[in-house]
């Protein structure tokens, strides 16, 4: 399942918003719808973000039309900012919007129409960079699962979330296609409900069995012993392992802590952020009242309520056991050992 793919300066995206009722694939063809379906979460999820990104600067190159080249900068840098303001948090944007530019300005000799197709190109790597890099999170975390387990995961780390196979979601696909008999417990992830809407969803296209329950019943099922383990995505990383993830994780890796389940975050080393020390430095993005407010545009919260909606929250070193990365499994203590990933 691919959330996107790329030909001839248009990029098609499955329309998240609209999963699982309809699959609709949108075209788009200039940098601002991009920067706009990134903004409106028609596509998310960090990697994914950041491979889209990556064509955004792609298909703005391409319409700058000039025989200057410090003009053709000039607008790059615009457009690379632009599509840089569309979400905060997530790491993978800025490195991916930087990884393209920064191909342009090394090779800044060559013709303007040489450095357009090397931005593409760039794209298209990292495209299927993506891919192998969560195959290789897959192969690693699978070591960690054993037979029988019951997985929890938060939010969609999945395909549809990456370029394909997914981050949380790969983990738990190669556990199963190496034939552990493995179940998913599905937090619902409240309020853009990409538990229900898009892991539960996509988990079953594969026939991978998944059980949904809403957030605020994952402390219940782990006091059952019905948990054991927990599996989720990142969307950036500091040095000293605190992880930003999908509001509500924190409360699920506390609750895993308590319970005495590992509680592991899978990730491409690119969501790791090396300028950061720690999580206090990571922005998290706020947005809008209308999610909590209302469910499918039908209000259910009085009108003029105070709403406060944070997208992610920051989840504290001691509560992870492991970070499952494409280049292998980072143990405490991460303020060692997560700078010997970069
Ligand atoms: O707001 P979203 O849907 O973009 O948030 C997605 C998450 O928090 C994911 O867990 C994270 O990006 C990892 S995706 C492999």
Redesign the pocket.
């Given at each position: 399942m691919k959330p996107l793919e790329y030909c001839n300066g248009v990029l098609k995206l499955i329309d998240q918003t609209l999963l699982p009722g309809e699959q609709k694939i949108v075209e788009l063809k200039s940098y601002a719808k991009v920067a706009d379906a990134i903004k409106d979460?028609i596509v998310?999820?960090?990697?994914?973000?950041g491979v889209t990104a990556a064509y955004g600067v792609a298909i703005a190159s391409k319409a700058i039309n000039t025989d200057s080249k410090d003009e053709f900068f000039t607008d790059l840098v615009k457009v690379c900012d632009i599509i840089k303001s569309t979400?905060p948090t997530?790491v993978n944007l800025f490195w991916a919007v930087d990884r393209v530019y920064n191909k342009a300005v090394s090779n800044r000799d060559k013709s303007i129409e040489e450095i357009k197709n090397l931005i593409e190109e760039e794209a298209h790597l990292m495209e299927k960079e993506d891919i192998e890099s969560n195959r290789s999170i897959g192969r690693f975390g699978n070591e960690l699962i054993k037979e029988n387990w019951t997985i929890l995961t938060?939010?969609?780390?999945?395909a549809l979330?990456?370029c394909d196979y997914?981050?949380?979601l790969g983990v738990i696909r190669a556990a199963h296609e190496s034939g552990k008999n493995i179940r998913v417990f599905a937090d619902e992830t409240r309020p853009?409900l990409?538990g229900s809407r898009l892991t539960a969803w996509e988990l079953m296209q594969d026939n991978i069995p998944v059980t949904l329950i809403c957030d605020n019943m994952a402390g219940h099922f782990m006091k059952e012993g019905l948990i054991d383990c927990v599996i989720?995505?990142?969307?950036r990383i500091a040095l000293n392992g605190d992880t930003a993830?999908?509001i509500g994780?924190y409360s699920v890796a506390v609750l895993a802590k308590e319970n005495n389940i590992p509680f592991y975050v899978?990730?491409p080393t690119t969501?790791i952020d090396f300028s950061i020390e720690t999580g206090k430095q990571i922005p998290i993005?706020e947005r809008s009242p209308d999610e909590i407010t209302h469910i499918k545009g039908v209000r259910i919260a009085p009108e003029g309520v105070n709403v406060k909606n944070p997208?992610?929250d920051v989840t504290p070193n001691k509560y992870i056991s492991a970070i499952i990365t494409d280049k292998g499994i980072i143990y405490p203590p991460y303020n060692e050992n997560i700078e010997k990933y970069k």
């Open positions: 979460m998310r999820g960090a990697p994914a973000i979400r997530a938060h939010c969609n780390a999945g979330a990456t997914g981050t949380a853009y990409q989720v995505g990142a969307d993830n999908k994780t899978a990730a969501t993005e997208a992610f």
